[in-house]
């Protein structure tokens, strides 16, 4: 059984324990945003242990998105090493892939940040002007959300915090030009690194090294936690792992990420982010060999993974139409009424978020079927015409 699952570890298949992982971040990244529309900031909390356990609970969005970071460097880093592997390597399947998977919710979250946005300003303009900014974790910067053209073509094309702004008051898109940029990185830095052409190593390195160079410091560092998760790939392709051996490190990597996920919110930042990375990916190994749960289990796992990323991505500009409409400019102390509205707004945006998926991200094969016949003609056109 632990080969089987390892076999599906090396071979993208899935994997129950990865997917709870990022079904939970997801729904993390969610609650945080949540308590910022709902709750007063930490520093007006109410005093107690219970009170401060909460507030640690549900502030941990940014930690989150460190493990996604993993995640994708676990499994998008492995894709590529597999390909290169087994001689299947090609960049045209390999920008199908990634960018059929990426627009497919990028495109209809922008469209809809545009549309709650417009509503909610139209209602409410001061909740847009970004005077809320500092209370509501993201949503408009100061001088309000940017939803230009430019700024939409920018996020389309992952420029954002490059060149453009996050679109709207969707603050969290921010996350997905660190993504784009890894994927282009990584198959760079592996071709750098594997034997071949030198010529085609060394050109290799220096696009690689470009990159790293002309990207903000913010998106090259982060590219490290990234790069953990490849690592936790390699470990697992290895097998030179006892799976006792991987159960020790795991639970012991379990324990320092929850230990780094407290310390973050003393110390937020980089000081913690690397800590967590490191953590999540000392975990991974484990997990893809772990005993199933069972049925339930894997099933719920399995939904909260495939709804994960359009969660991501949507969530927010609905939140915040409905804080700007109904809320704005109040926040709650922390209470049983307070907890409930809380919930009532998760599950809302699960609701939500389920909805935009089976619209959109459910449909990604096809659409990158699309894509893919689309790029073929256009590049057999080029031919004959240059021809």
């Given at each position: 059984?632990?080969i089987a699952?390892q076999?599906?570890?090396?071979s993208?298949g899935?994997?129950?324990?990865?997917?709870m992982l990022?079904g939970?971040a997801?729904?993390?990244v969610c609650?945080?945003?949540v308590?910022?529309?709902v709750l007063v900031d930490?520093?007006q909390r109410?005093?107690?242990?219970?009170?401060?356990l909460?507030?640690?609970?549900?502030g941990r969005?940014h930690q989150?998105v460190?493990i996604f970071?993993?995640?994708?460097?676990f499994?998008?880093?492995?894709s590529v090493?597999?390909?290169?592997?087994?001689g299947l390597w090609s960049?045209?399947h390999?920008?199908i892939?990634r960018?059929g998977?990426l627009?497919?919710?990028i495109?209809?979250a922008?469209?809809?940040t545009?549309m709650?946005?417009?509503?909610?300003?139209a209602i409410?303009?001061t909740a847009?002007s970004?005077q809320?900014?500092?209370?509501?974790?993201s949503?408009?910067?100061p001088?309000?959300g940017?939803r230009?053209?430019?700024?939409?073509l920018?996020?389309?094309?992952?420029?954002?915090?490059i060149l453009?702004?996050s679109?709207?008051?969707?603050g969290?898109m921010w996350?997905?030009?660190?993504?784009?940029?890894?994927?282009?990185?990584?198959?760079?830095?592996?071709k750098?690194?594997?034997?071949g052409?030198?010529?085609s190593?060394?050109?290799s390195?220096?696009?690689?090294g470009?990159l790293?160079l002309l990207l903000p410091?913010a998106i090259?560092?982060a590219?490290?936690?990234?790069?953990?998760g490849v690592?936790?790939?390699?470990?697992?392709?290895?097998?030179h792992?006892?799976?006792a051996?991987?159960?020790?490190i795991?639970?012991?990597?379990?324990?320092?990420?929850l230990?780094s996920?407290?310390?973050?919110?003393?110390?937020p930042?980089?000081i913690?982010?690397f800590?967590i990375?490191?953590?999540?990916?000392?975990?991974?190994?484990?997990?893809t060999?772990?005993?199933?749960?069972?049925?339930?289990?894997r099933?719920?796992g399995?939904?909260l993974s495939e709804?994960s990323?359009?969660?991501?991505?949507?969530?927010?500009?609905?939140?915040m139409?409905?804080?700007?409409?109904?809320?704005?400019?109040?926040q709650?102390p922390?209470?049983?009424?307070?907890a409930?509205?809380m919930a009532?707004l998760?599950?809302?945006s699960l609701l939500y978020?389920t909805?935009i998926?089976?619209?959109?991200e459910?449909?990604?094969?096809r659409?990158?079927r699309?894509?893919?016949t689309?790029l073929?003609h256009s590049?057999?056109?080029?031919?004959?015409?240059?021809?």
């Open positions: 059984m632990m699952r076999a599906s570890a090396l993208g899935r994997l129950p324990h990865l997917d990022r939970v997801a729904v993390m609650v945080g945003h308590r910022g529309f930490y520093a109410p005093t107690g242990p219970l009170a401060q909460f507030y640690l609970f549900v969005h989150a460190m970071f993993v995640l994708s460097g499994l998008v880093g492995g090493i597999r390909a290169h592997e087994r960049w045209r390999y920008a892939q960018l998977r627009w497919i919710v495109v209809p922008l469209l809809l545009l709650w946005d417009s509503i909610g300003q409410n303009a847009y970004g809320l900014w500092p209370i509501l974790l949503g408009p910067p001088g309000g940017d230009s053209l430019w700024a939409l920018g996020n389309l094309a992952f420029l954002q915090t453009v702004p679109f709207g008051s969707n969290p996350s997905l030009a660190n993504e784009f940029w890894y994927y282009l990185l990584f198959p760079l830095v592996l750098a690194a594997r034997p052409v030198p010529w190593r060394l050109l390195g220096v696009a690689a470009l790293l410091v090259s560092v590219f490290l936690i990234w790069l953990f690592g936790a790939y390699l470990i697992v392709a290895s097998c792992f006892r799976p051996a991987l159960r020790t795991g639970m012991a990597a379990s324990g320092a990420l230990m996920m407290i310390a973050s919110a003393k110390w930042g980089w913690t982010d800590p990375g490191l953590a999540c990916a000392g975990m991974i190994p484990w997990l060999v772990a005993r199933d749960l069972g049925d339930g289990y099933r719920c399995h939904t709804i990323y359009t969660l991501y991505l949507v969530h927010f500009p609905m939140l139409f409905l804080y700007a409409t109904l809320l704005a400019p109040r709650f922390l209470s049983a009424a307070s409930g509205m009532a998760v599950i809302i978020a909805t998926w089976f619209l959109f459910r449909n990604t094969d659409w990158r699309v894509l893919e689309w073929l590049s057999d056109r080029a031919v004959r015409e240059g021809g």
